[in-house]
């Protein structure tokens, strides 16, 4: 049975008194800064794919350097941190009890920047492990693997002392992202450097690491704060908490065995890449039943996207999510993957699913959740709007820029008529509307940095926000 908003009790009511949020604050306004610096890296690489020497001459410039810098930037700088500031607010309120530790969280905080620094230090100066994903230099790592554990400590003492006992689906969710990030990181970063693993089975377990990044840590992140915030923000119960729990269990099941599907028609035995293939087509059973219940926790309440930004984020990055998601298997299968495998789709696709989906549902939660940790109004819906359109319309042009383009690469690959210097000719159009597409998203983030900086910066001047408790809302 769902509890309506508003229904609290009033012990419920007076315990939203008890959560101090530092690190929240620390998280959510680091994340937010990350994201507006690495995004000029990302214009950068860019500028690079049209403009070839554009400050080749500067080696901490170059493309090998760039590139990982961009991919760790946004995904460990920007999205986890967010995500892990947005799990710092979410699950004591899911618990009814205040963060087990605010001084471990702030620790962990302080930990994460000396990791995203030390990651920058590092890659711009070309100390990488050279691993998709796993760039990032062993001691480093072995950083992020600690912060880990003091992070997944906290949310589960939290949870170890909650007053409600049953368990609403983002805290699931979000137990699930701390123990299989756990598995993921350590193969990935760890397990491909032991003696012996070297070839393909170094290829494999890279790939099944870097797949399962997004599909064990970020998805499960991701669905946990959208499970979250589309009932809080449309202020309504969730359809279905059963249906919610499919998706979670088939999730944990599907996901994990997929990796290999970036490896098809290459050297390994056609058993893995088959069981790539089938576990890849069944993710559509995980994915629909997210999507189906959030589509049906909106109805009757679609008439609040016109001036709900957070909403507006949340729901896109839902039907981000279904077309990423439908997509991915079908770019598993031999007969798609032989066209489209290595080519620019496969960006085009991973954009979608980091930026289009967890990176729309992470700026939801931070809109929502900065004016109301600083006790203030958001400084600016205009701005917030804008922020909006500017990724929604950039970031149409890059994936639909790069799929087209890629699918159309991938034909000429396939073409031994057609010498390779000139399929990257050909490219050069795609890669131009890629790069004036980038300048729209680049200005949707410097809104966005600009009107979460400002809120906070703000809020002694601002009027504060009208309270209103956030209790048991989702609760099943």
């Known amino acids: 049975m769902a509890i309506q908003p508003g229904s609290e009790s009033a012990a419920a009511v007076a315990g939203q008194e008890i959560h101090q949020d530092t690190t929240v604050k620390w998280f959510l306004l680091g994340a937010v800064g990350y994201?507006?610096?690495?995004?000029?890296?990302?214009?950068?690489?860019?500028?690079?794919?049209?403009?070839?020497?554009?400050?080749?001459?500067?080696?901490?410039?170059?493309?090998?350097?760039?590139?990982p810098l961009h991919v760790n930037g946004m995904l460990f700088g920007w999205l986890l941190a967010a995500d892990m500031g947005l799990a710092y607010y979410l699950v004591p309120r899911l618990c009814g009890v205040k963060l087990w530790s605010e001084k471990l969280g702030v620790a962990t905080s302080i930990l994460w920047n000396v990791i995203i620094l030390s990651a920058i230090v590092s890659l711009l100066g070309g100390y990488q492990?050279?691993?998709?994903?796993?760039?990032?230099?062993?001691?480093?790592?072995?950083?992020?693997?600690?912060?880990?554990?003091?992070?997944?400590?906290?949310?589960?003492?939290?949870?170890?002392?909650?007053?409600?006992?049953?368990?609403y689906v983002s805290t699931w969710y979000l137990m699930g992202t701390?123990?299989?990030?756990?598995?993921?990181?350590?193969?990935?970063?760890?397990?491909?450097?032991?003696?012996?693993?070297?070839?393909?089975?170094?290829?494999?377990?890279?790939?099944?690491y870097t797949h399962n990044a997004v599909g064990l840590i970020f998805t499960p992140a991701g669905l946990a704060v959208a499970y979250y915030f589309i009932p809080r923000c449309a202020n309504t119960p969730l359809?279905?908490?059963?249906?919610?729990?499919?998706?979670?269990?088939?999730?944990?099941?599907?996901?994990?065995?997929?990796?290999?599907?970036?490896?098809?028609?290459?050297?390994?035995?056609?058993?893995?890449?088959?069981?790539?293939?089938?576990?890849?087509?069944?993710?559509?059973?995980?994915?629909?039943?997210?999507?189906?219940?959030?589509?049906?926790?909106?109805?009757?309440?679609?008439?609040?996207?016109?001036?709900?930004?957070?909403?507006?984020?949340?729901?896109?990055?839902?039907?981000?999510?279904?077309?990423?998601?439908?997509?991915?298997?079908?770019?598993?299968?031999?007969?798609?993957?032989?066209?489209?495998?290595?080519?620019?789709?496969?960006?085009?696709?991973?954009?979608?699913a980091v930026m289009g989906t967890f990176s729309f549902i992470a700026m939801a939660g931070v809109y929502w959740v900065i004016p109301r940790v600083f006790h203030t109004k958001l400084h600016s819906e205009a701005a917030a709007n804008w922020s909006f359109w500017l990724f929604m319309i950039g970031g149409l042009g890059m994936f639909t820029s790069l799929w087209l383009g890629g699918f159309w690469q991938g034909w000429q690959w396939n073409n031994p008529s057609i010498p390779f210097i000139d399929t990257v000719i050909a490219l050069k159009p795609v890669w131009m509307v890629r790069f004036f597409s980038g300048v729209l998203i680049f200005s949707g983030i410097v809104l966005f940095f600009y009107n979460i900086w400002s809120t906070a910066l703000g809020s002694g001047k601002s009027q504060p926000a009208p309270a209103k408790a956030e209790g048991r809302v989702y609760a099943a």
Request: hydrophobic content about 55%; glycine content about 8%.
């Open 239 to 352: 359809y279905n908490h059963k249906l919610s729990m499919v998706g979670f269990w088939s999730l944990a099941f599907v996901y994990v065995w997929t990796g290999a599907h970036h490896m098809l028609h290459g050297p390994i035995s056609q058993w893995l890449q088959t069981i790539s293939i089938v576990f890849s087509v069944m993710l559509l059973i995980p994915v629909w039943a997210v999507v189906y219940n959030f589509i049906a926790t909106m109805k009757g309440q679609w008439h609040q996207l016109g001036n709900n930004v957070s909403l507006k984020f949340l729901m896109s990055g839902t039907i981000f999510y279904l077309l990423t998601c439908f997509q991915g298997p079908m770019h598993s299968l031999r007969s798609v993957n032989a066209i489209v495998s290595k080519t620019d789709w496969i960006p085009g696709h991973a954009h979608m």
């Open 129 to 167: 492990k050279g691993l998709e994903y796993a760039d990032l230099p062993t001691p480093v790592a072995v950083l992020v693997v600690i912060a880990w554990v003091m992070f997944g400590f906290n949310i589960f003492a939290t949870i170890a002392t909650r007053k409600y006992e049953q368990m």
């Open 35 to 67: 994201f507006a610096v690495v995004g000029i890296i990302a214009l950068i690489i860019a500028a690079k794919f049209v403009w070839p020497q554009f400050l080749g001459s500067i080696q901490y410039f170059t493309y090998g350097r760039m590139r």
């Open 178 to 208: 701390i123990l299989w990030t756990a598995f993921v990181y350590l193969t990935g970063n760890f397990a491909t450097l032991l003696p012996g693993v070297t070839g393909v089975n170094q290829a494999n377990l890279n790939w099944m």
